[in-house]
């Protein structure tokens, strides 16, 4: 089975302190994601990345920065974090082989609230 | 641009009931492919089923299947003999290049 794993479950910080969301997957996926997800809006898309050291942005990149310098490791970083990214952060990845029919899998999500 | 719809914000079941949630999207590609997601309350998000586009035949997965339509760009999802644990928010989405997600449906299943 795919594991996708989130550093935490659960984060509380303070308006701008930097903050770190790791993200780890053992299936040798070349693709990851960073999604946030709010309630109404779905998941939206932040950054993603093809391979090591690649990074994409989504449709929402103002305000974070992604790391990605092992294949298995996609980071998200807050540089300076503000309430209107409370949220909860999905991390997930994809194979490009073929047949894997470009699903998705996700991680379990860290619920960050910023005070 | 790609956007996916999910105009049912909520809905509700009764055990060992059918149920179809909806989904419409808008694109201007031929070959994508369409997927249905499943969170459980603070549960991990996980795959129910999947569908290609360039396929006619509708996916099925044991009591999930898919009304795909692609002509009118509609793909819903159908749950028959609901469960308990069948109760979790639903996420459409489609892919070409990249996920588009829709806003989600919750659904409840009564006892």
């Known amino acids: 089975d795919v594991k996708v794993t989130q550093s935490s479950r659960y984060l509380v910080k303070r308006t701008g302190e930097k903050v770190f969301l790791e993200c780890v997957q053992d299936?040798?996926?070349?693709?990851m994601f960073w999604y946030r997800q709010d309630p109404g809006l779905g998941l939206r898309l932040i950054y993603f990345?093809?391979?090591?050291?690649?990074?994409e942005k989504g449709d929402i990149p103002e305000g974070y920065s992604v790391s990605r310098e092992k294949k298995e490791r996609f980071s998200l970083i807050l540089e300076s974090a503000s309430t209107n990214q409370t949220s909860m952060y999905l991390c997930?990845?994809?194979?490009?082989?073929?047949?894997?029919?470009?699903?998705?899998?996700f991680g379990p999500g860290t619920r960050l609230l910023v005070l | 641009a790609q956007t996916v719809t999910q105009s049912q914000p909520e809905m509700s079941v009764q055990e060992a009931e059918t149920v179809t949630l909806s989904c419409t999207y808008d694109?201007?590609?031929?070959?994508?492919?369409l997927f249905w997601y499943k969170q459980p309350p603070s549960r991990q998000m996980i795959l129910v089923i999947r569908?290609?586009?360039?396929?006619?035949q509708n996916a099925t997965e044991n009591r999930f299947s898919v009304n795909f339509q692609k002509a009118a760009k509609s793909f819903s999802l159908k749950i028959s003999d609901s469960q308990l644990g069948d109760a979790a928010m639903y996420f459409c989405?489609?892919?070409?290049?990249?996920?588009?997600f829709g806003s989600g449906t919750k659904l409840n299943v009564k006892p």
């Open positions: 997930a990845s994809s194979s490009r082989a073929a047949g894997a029919q470009e699903t998705q899998y």
């Open positions: 299936m040798d996926h070349e693709n």
């Open positions: 990345s093809y391979d090591v050291k690649m990074k």
């Open positions: 694109t201007s590609e031929s070959d994508y492919y």
């Open positions: 569908q290609e586009a360039y396929k006619q």
């Open positions: 989405a489609y892919n070409f290049n990249k996920f588009y």
